[in-house]
């Protein structure tokens, strides 16, 4: 709100939107996580759970994903200006949805496809 009122008003709607809809998506797809999977598909699997990856809810679309997208392209949308924008989204945006993805798939609380879709149902 601090930058642009009407920005702030359009970010939070986009944000609650956002997370609704990952909810609906979620009770509708209930995509395993890969804890789940490796339970019943894998014995021979060992996999250590620790409080990062303790998720109790399905898997996709990915939430965190979906999030940081809405989050960081907003605030690119605020704060960047039109000659500097694209060069903002390669530079700033596109690397921070690959590293988030990467790290939802490292710390096993995801599959790639899961990651995947959180950052295209967030489009």
Same mark, same amino acid.
């Given at each position: 709100?601090?930058?642009?009122?009407?920005?702030?008003?359009?970010?939070?709607?986009?944000?609650?939107?956002?997370?609704?809809?990952?909810?609906?998506?979620?009770?509708?797809?209930?995509?395993?996580?890969?804890?789940?999977?490796?339970?019943?598909?894998?014995?021979?699997?060992?996999?250590?759970?620790?409080?990062?990856?303790?998720?109790?809810?399905?898997?996709?679309?990915?939430?965190?994903?979906?999030?940081?997208? %809405?989050?960081?392209?907003?605030?690119?949308?605020?704060?960047?200006?039109?000659?500097?924008?694209?060069?903002?989204?390669? %530079?700033?945006?596109?690397?921070?949805? %690959?590293?988030?993805?990467?790290?939802?798939?490292?710390?096993?609380?995801?599959?790639?496809?899961?990651?995947?879709?959180?950052?295209?149902?967030?489009?």
């Amino acid at each position: 709100f601090a930058v642009n009122k009407y920005k702030g008003i359009k970010f939070l709607t986009t944000f609650i939107v956002s997370e609704w809809m990952n909810q609906v998506f979620k009770w509708i797809l209930h995509g395993d996580r890969p804890y789940w999977w490796v339970k019943e598909a894998r014995q021979d699997i060992a996999l250590k759970e620790t409080f990062l990856t303790c998720e109790t809810g399905p898997g996709l679309p990915s939430g965190h994903c979906q999030a940081s997208f %809405v989050v960081w392209y907003c605030l690119l949308d605020a704060l960047a200006r039109d000659k500097t924008r694209t060069i903002a989204f390669v %530079v700033i945006f596109l690397p921070m949805q %690959v590293l988030m993805m990467c790290s939802r798939i490292f710390i096993s609380a995801h599959f790639p496809h899961q990651c995947l879709f959180g950052f295209l149902f967030a489009l």
